[in-house]
């Protein structure tokens, strides 16, 4: 079984404050994702990175793939309260997305 | 468009009940997934299915559970009979080639066994 550990688990910040999400495994993935899920809610994809070493930014979100393809990092600029919620990156060893691993979670919490 | 549609939202039944979770994939969507979600285990793969087959039900945990995708538009997932153990937050999500890989998930039901 292939094994993404998150870290951290608990994040709880003041607004404008930077935060790194981190997705580590031993495992070598075609392509990884990340999602946000929010209470009561599925989740939603926020990024897809397919290349080693790769670099997407959306907004004020940063993510990076490892240049090995087994390991991730999500980079919050100036938080915001509506940044709340649970981010969950996704291993996907076929490049079809038909059999993500999802990680352990971070549960980010952004406070006034 | 409505998105990937779940029902029941919550379903609270007692231990050895049969319970039948429902699932209406996105239109035109062919590949279908269903997960499960609990603290201690997070988000697990359980069966997906592509044009309405069962490709890999390798996360299905023990025989109690089945799945059906009668055609294009419809998917359910039955425990029969339940335990406590299965309380948990079940996810449908569908996908098609064409999203390139991106996951449509539905909002979930909340299932407590008593």
């Known amino acids: 079984t292939q094994l993404l550990e998150q870290s951290p688990q608990f994040l709880s910040i003041q607004e404008g404050e930077n935060l790194t999400v981190y997705c580590n495994s031993s495992?070598?993935?075609?392509?990884l994702q990340w999602y946000r899920q929010e209470p009561g809610e599925g989740p939603v994809l926020l990024v897809t990175?397919?290349?080693?070493?790769e670099v997407k930014k959306l907004k004020r979100l940063t993510f990076q793939f490892g240049d090995a393809r087994k390991d991730s990092s999500l980079h919050i600029t100036a938080a915001q309260p509506g940044d709340t919620g649970l981010y969950l990156c996704a291993g996907d060893p076929t490049g079809t997305a038909s059999k993500l691993t999802f990680g352990t979670g971070t549960r980010l919490q952004v406070t006034l | 468009d409505a998105g990937v549609i779940q029902s029941p939202r919550h379903e609270v039944t007692e231990m050895g009940q049969e319970v039948t979770l429902r699932c209406k994939p996105i239109?035109?969507?062919?590949?279908l997934f269903w997960y499960r979600q609990t603290m201690m285990r997070g988000l697990e793969l359980l069966i997906y299915f592509n044009n309405n087959v069962p490709i890999d039900d390798s996360g299905m945990p023990e025989d109690r559970f089945s799945a059906k995708m009668p055609n294009a538009s419809f998917s359910t997932l039955k425990i029969q009979p339940s335990e406590p153990r299965d309380s948990a937050v079940y996810f449908c999500?569908?996908?098609?080639?064409?999203?390139?890989?991106?996951?449509?998930f539905g909002s979930g039901t909340q299932l407590s066994v008593l």
């Open positions: 239109s035109g969507h062919n590949s």
């Open positions: 990175v397919v290349t080693g070493g």
């Open positions: 495992s070598v993935f075609s392509s």
């Open positions: 999500a569908s996908s098609s080639s064409g999203t390139g890989g991106k996951l449509f």
